[in-house]
C-alpha cells in the first residue's frame, strides 16, 4: 500500500511536467516568432526606411542595442542570440562598420544579414591623423572601392580648377587630404570624387587656420609640409608645439632639420626601436631628406591633422635645438649637441641598441 501511495506522490509531477515543458516551449517559440518579426507591416505605397551608422569596432551587443533603440528590431537579446548562430556559421565573419538604410518592414534575420555582409549604404572611412597617401590608398581598397594604385594615381593629378588655393608647384595632393572620418557611398564613387571630398575639408577646417594668421611666416606649403613633419614626430600632443618651436629655431638658425620622419618616407618604411635608420639610410639621396638638404622639405610627408597644424603655426619659444625619442612617444629635448648626444646613448644603452647614425 505503501508504495502504490508513493508511486501516486511521483505520478502527478511526473504527469504535469511534460505539459510545463510543453507550455514553456509553446512561449519559447511564440516570443521567438515575436522577436524575428518585422516592428511593423508597412504600407506599399509608403514604405519606411531608417538610417542606421554602425562605426567602426561596435560591438554586437551595442548593435543590437542601438538597432532597437531605432525601431528596427523587437529585441537586443535576440539579436545577440542570433548573432551568436550567425558567427557559429561564418567563423571568419563580422558585422561591417559603415552607413545603413534599414526597414522596419524588414524582418531580423535579414537585417543582420544586411549588416553582416555590409550591405551599406554609405561607406565610413576614418583617416588618421599621419597617414600617407599609400596609407589612405590601401584603406580605401580595403573598403572594395577601388584598387589602390588607382586611387594613387589619380592623387597625382592637382585639382586646381577647384581648389584655386593649393599650392601652384605641388605634383601630389599629399598632405592636404584632411585626416577625419567620412562617409563614402559604396557604389559609383571615384578616386577623384573622394579626393576632391577630402580637399573640401581641408579647406573648411584647415586653410581658415592659416588666412587668419596676420603674419603666419610661412607659404600655405611650407606649412603644412612642416605641420606634417610635427605629426610624424609627435607621439604625445603636449610635445607638438615644443618639436615645432625646434624646427623653427633650427631654420633660423640655418641648420638642417635631420628628422627621421623624412628619411622613412624616402624609403617607404618607419623605423622601429630595435631597427632604426641606419648611416646608409640618412645618407639616401632625396630632396625630401633633411639629413641631405637645408631647409623644409618640397612638399609635405604626410597628412596633418589639426593639433600639429596649430601648433606650427603657434611654435613654442625654445632654445632646444635637439630632441631623441624615447620608444615611450616622449622626446627628450637638448639645447647643445654633447646633450644630444649624451642623452641618446642613455636612451640607446638603455634598451642595448646600436649607436644612431651621426
Known amino acids: 500500500?505503501?508504495?502504490?501511495?508513493?508511486?501516486?506522490?511521483?505520478?502527478?509531477?511526473?504527469?504535469?511536467?511534460?505539459?510545463?515543458?510543453?507550455?514553456?516551449?509553446?512561449?519559447?517559440?511564440?516570443w521567438w516568432r515575436w522577436a524575428m518579426s518585422p516592428v511593423m507591416i508597412e504600407a506599399e505605397n509608403q514604405p519606411v526606411e531608417i538610417q542606421v551608422e554602425v562605426p567602426a569596432d561596435t560591438s554586437t551587443r551595442q548593435i543590437g542595442a542601438d538597432l532597437e533603440a531605432a525601431g528596427v528590431i523587437h529585441?537586443?537579446?535576440?539579436?545577440?542570440?542570433?548573432?551568436?548562430?550567425?558567427?557559429?556559421?561564418?567563423?571568419?565573419?563580422?558585422?561591417?562598420?559603415?552607413?545603413?538604410?534599414?526597414?522596419?518592414?524588414?524582418?531580423?534575420?535579414a537585417i543582420a544579414q544586411s549588416i553582416w555582409t555590409g550591405q551599406v549604404f554609405q561607406s565610413t572611412l576614418t583617416i588618421p591623423e599621419g597617414w600617407r597617401l599609400t596609407d589612405i590608398a590601401q584603406a580605401l581598397e580595403s573598403q572594395g572601392l577601388f584598387p589602390a594604385?588607382?586611387?594613387?594615381?589619380?592623387?597625382?593629378?592637382?585639382?586646381?580648377?577647384?581648389f584655386a588655393w593649393l599650392p601652384a608647384d605641388i605634383t601630389t595632393v599629399e598632405g592636404f587630404l584632411f585626416p577625419d572620418t567620412y562617409q563614402l557611398p559604396p557604389d559609383g564613387t571615384t578616386p577623384q570624387a573622394v579626393i576632391v571630398t577630402m580637399l573640401q575639408r581641408f579647406e573648411q577646417k584647415a586653410l581658415p587656420l592659416y588666412q587668419e594668421q596676420a603674419d603666419p611666416g610661412l607659404s600655405l606649403l611650407e606649412w603644412v609640409t612642416l605641420a606634417s613633419m610635427v605629426e610624424k614626430e609627435a607621439g604625445v600632443a603636449e610635445e607638438r608645439g615644443i618639436i615645432a618651436g625646434v624646427f623653427r629655431q633650427r631654420l633660423a638658425q640655418e641648420m638642417r632639420l635631420e628628422s627621421d620622419p623624412t628619411v622613412e618616407y624616402v624609403l617607404g618604411r618607419r623605423?622601429?626601436?630595435?631597427?632604426?635608420?641606419?648611416?646608409?639610410?640618412?645618407?639616401?639621396?632625396?630632396?625630401?631628406?633633411?639629413?641631405?638638404?637645408p631647409?623644409?622639405?618640397?612638399?609635405?610627408?604626410?597628412?596633418?591633422?589639426?593639433?600639429?597644424?596649430?601648433?606650427?603655426?603657434?611654435?613654442?619659444?625654445?632654445?632646444?635645438?635637439?630632441?631623441?625619442?624615447?620608444?615611450?612617444?616622449?622626446?627628450?629635448?637638448?639645447?647643445?649637441?654633447?646633450?644630444?648626444?649624451?642623452?641618446?646613448?642613455?636612451?640607446?644603452?638603455?634598451?642595448?641598441?646600436?649607436?644612431?647614425?651621426?
Open 271 to 293: 623605423q622601429t626601436p630595435d631597427q632604426p635608420l641606419t648611416l646608409a639610410d640618412v645618407q639616401t639621396p632625396s630632396p625630401y631628406n633633411t639629413y641631405l638638404n
Open 149 to 162: 594604385e588607382t586611387f594613387l594615381q589619380a592623387a597625382q593629378t592637382v585639382p586646381r580648377d577647384q
Open 75 to 109: 529585441s537586443a537579446w535576440a539579436w545577440n542570440i542570433w548573432a551568436f548562430w550567425l558567427a557559429l556559421q561564418d567563423q571568419a565573419g563580422s558585422f561591417k562598420a559603415g552607413q545603413y538604410v534599414l526597414s522596419p518592414g524588414q524582418d531580423m534575420t
Open 1 to 30: 500500500m505503501k508504495k502504490l501511495s508513493s508511486f501516486s506522490q511521483w505520478l502527478y509531477p511526473l504527469g504535469i511536467l511534460p505539459g510545463v515543458l510543453l507550455l514553456s516551449g509553446w512561449h519559447g517559440y511564440q
Open 295 to 358: 631647409g623644409i622639405p618640397p612638399g609635405p610627408i604626410a597628412s596633418p591633422g589639426q593639433g600639429s597644424l596649430v601648433a606650427t603655426l603657434n611654435p613654442v619659444a625654445t632654445d632646444y635645438l635637439f630632441f631623441v625619442a624615447r620608444y615611450d612617444g616622449t622626446h627628450v629635448f637638448s639645447r647643445t649637441l654633447e646633450e644630444h648626444e649624451a642623452a641618446t646613448q642613455r636612451i640607446r644603452a638603455g634598451r642595448s641598441l646600436p649607436s644612431p647614425p651621426p
